[in-house]
């Protein structure tokens, strides 16, 4: 039995040797390989240096094949001058979700010389993220200093990982462009990263955006969209940080541009920003929906989608007023103070917000005439679908844009109000519905925890 382990242990032995032997030999290859390959590679010092161009031309010479595209000069070499993203002019988009930066986005991209595309969600994010990072105190800072990482380091690899993800996701153009709500909480960086970048921010009557966002079910972030009032004072925060950004930028840099007048007078507004853009004006500016399809990409998942593949209308202006509860409507002044700022009045609970132009008031028409020409099925318009289909049945239904009450919300009389074809309705708004308007922009009747469901 001794003798039987003794041969084993001799055996064992003798295996593990030769493991150790191999695994020698191996590592010392390697170790040679590596060092004839940094010999052959150094550059002699009796040799003239050359320069990043030269040398990626050189190996573009030895190993890509003659009229292969799968070898970008221009994505290598960042200096030159049309790749840039320090000399090629970039435009941002941003604002509170629901204030119409997908439209915006979509009258840029129906532009010749501009290129948006869809929501990229991670430029946000890698921004805040940035932002994390130079936070003073944090443990990762700490960390970063230590593996000798600057600020500095850090916001030129976000920058190039920006432009990569911008001109990637596109087709090249002129003046690239980027709609994600949240950027314009960056402007500042931004502007260091790229600094032929401008910035359009976009303002929405706060009452209208809080409606919108819990009508179309939009998710943003943690909030609680069912709640009315959060969401306002959520916009105030939002658009004041914003705003104050936009403003240390200067007007040459950053505007601000309100929903309610792109869609009301459009032509105006978009010769303006085309000023601002430094690009010649466009009539496909004001027609985007012709481009559908083509120069304007629409994203299946995207809650604007179905909307803003329509002709600029007006659709959306009111369909707040009537639908949010006097408990709320009375709070809005506290809740967002900035909207005074922007020339929304908080104790005017049916607003005039000016006059359409000949061109939507035929858009207008031309929706009601037909409709099936600029409907699209998108992923979250059915889930909205089926969320609507779930809930139980609302009996009260008022749209104020098909009764004669939008003439009193722009305060206008009824013989001055522009022919929409037939669009508003002749008739009286019946006088239960009046009276339950009446009665809850009185406070007689309180309304629920989210604000809605009135009367």
Partial sequence: FNSLLIRRKSDVMFRTCRRSQLAIVLT????????YAILQTQIRPDEPSIGRRQLTEEIARHYVPEGSTRFDLTAWDLDEEEKSSATHPVVFVGGFPRSGTTLMRVILDAHSEIRCGEETHVIPVILDYLRFLNMTGTPLKKRLQNARISADLMRTAVSKFIWEIITGHGEPADVLCNKDPFTLNHVDVLKQM???????LMIR????VAYSVHERAVKIGGMDTSDLSATISKWNGVITGMSRKCQAAGQDTCIHVKYEDLVLQPTAQTKRIAKFLGVPWETMMIHHEHGIGKEVKLSLLEPSSDQVAKPINVDGLYKWVGRIS??????????????IRFGYDPDDYSPSYGIPEDSVVRNMKTLRDHPENYTIDTIFLEKLKHRQRAKPENNFSYDPMSSLDIQRAVNMPEDKWPDFGGMVDAKPMPRYVAKKIRNANNGDRKGSKSGLKLP
């Fill in 326 to 339: 006097a408990s709320v409507l009375r709070t809005v002044g506290e809740l967002a103070p900035i909207m």
């Fill in 205 to 208: 009557d706060p009452r209208a």
């Fill in 194 to 200: 790229f600094p032929k970048s401008k910035f359009i």
């Fill in 28 to 35: 010392g290859g390697v170790v040679l390989f590596t060092v």
